[in-house]
């Protein structure tokens, strides 16, 4: 990516390709973890406003799909937090994710269902990466990339998740990411003494693995100014390829993405 004849406020189609259909409704999760009526009204709310930003899928972890109600949302992504499958019959579920390495006997209810499935290595159990090379061997598999939590060892390093990404682009391989991906730029977190990822450098490191380079100083970068340069340089073809790979993540606040990406000027202001 070429930024050189880049100029501030100028913007490539890709760049807003970037941003389309990204994030995903995590507002059941940590940090957040609102009560369910309250993560149930703010979708409807979200649903009203209608950002590109949003996919408008409400993720949703198979133990509470009991307290959606009698009107669910249309959306669901679903999170197996449990050994086996549930009903999912009146629901609209669209995707599925489970905890594994892609073997564990759910898996293949999963892929019946016809849905999408992303499956989530444990990055802290030996041979993780390996794990995810291995997922392409099963038709219907995709995998998905924890960036984060409530302690610092729950972060994976640049060097780490740059490797995930590589795997990923090498191997035609579709990923979600979830948790610590709380704004646009990588920023220091004093409380967990940890770097936080962000979800632009996320963005941007896989463009870059996707023309053949090296995802890993995009993802330890910090400086905005470079970063947004950066994505308003992303060719169409570039962030057309690196969004089929890289779905959505999810964010426990749907506000916070679109703040950012506005503070940053990647998408326009609101009107009025």
């Known amino acids: 990516m070429d930024v050189g004849a880049v100029t501030a406020g100028a913007a490539t189609a890709g760049a807003a390709t970037l941003f389309n259909g990204l994030v995903d409704d995590a507002g059941l999760f940590p940090p957040a973890a609102l009560p369910m009526g309250e993560a149930l009204a703010r979708h409807e709310r979200d649903l009203a406003a209608g950002s590109p930003v949003l996919t408008h899928v409400f993720l949703c972890p198979a133990s509470r799909i009991g307290e959606l109600g009698g009107a669910p949302p249309k959306s669901i992504g679903l999170i197996v937090d449990k050994g086996a499958l549930p009903d999912l019959a009146g629901l609209g579920v669209v995707s599925i994710d489970i905890p594994g390495e892609g073997t564990e006997p759910v898996v293949g209810a999963c892929l019946a269902t016809g849905l999408p499935v992303y499956v989530e290595p444990t990055r802290s159990a030996p041979g993780w990466l390996e794990a995810v090379a291995r997922l392409p061997l099963t038709p219907g598999l995709s995998a998905k990339v924890r960036c984060g939590g409530v302690t ?106 679109i703040e950012d990406l506005r503070a940053l000027g990647l998408i326009e202001e609101e009107n009025g």
Do not use: Q, W
């Not at 940890?194 to 100083?217: I, K, M, Q, S, W």
């Open 152 to 257: 610092a060892e729950l972060f994976p390093t640049p060097a780490e998740l740059g490797a995930f990404i590589a795997i990923c682009v090498e191997g035609d391989l579709p990923f979600k990411a979830t948790a610590g991906l709380h704004h646009a730029v990588r920023r220091y977190d004093p409380v967990l003494d940890v770097y936080r990822h962000g979800f632009l450098n996320l963005l941007l490191a896989t463009c870059v693995a996707v023309e053949g380079g090296d995802p890993v100083a995009v993802l330890e970068s910090a400086e905005a100014d470079e970063l947004v340069r950066l994505a308003r340089a992303v060719p169409e073809e570039t962030a057309s390829r690196a969004r089929r790979l890289l779905v959505s993540y999810g964010s426990c606040s749907t506000s916070t993405p």
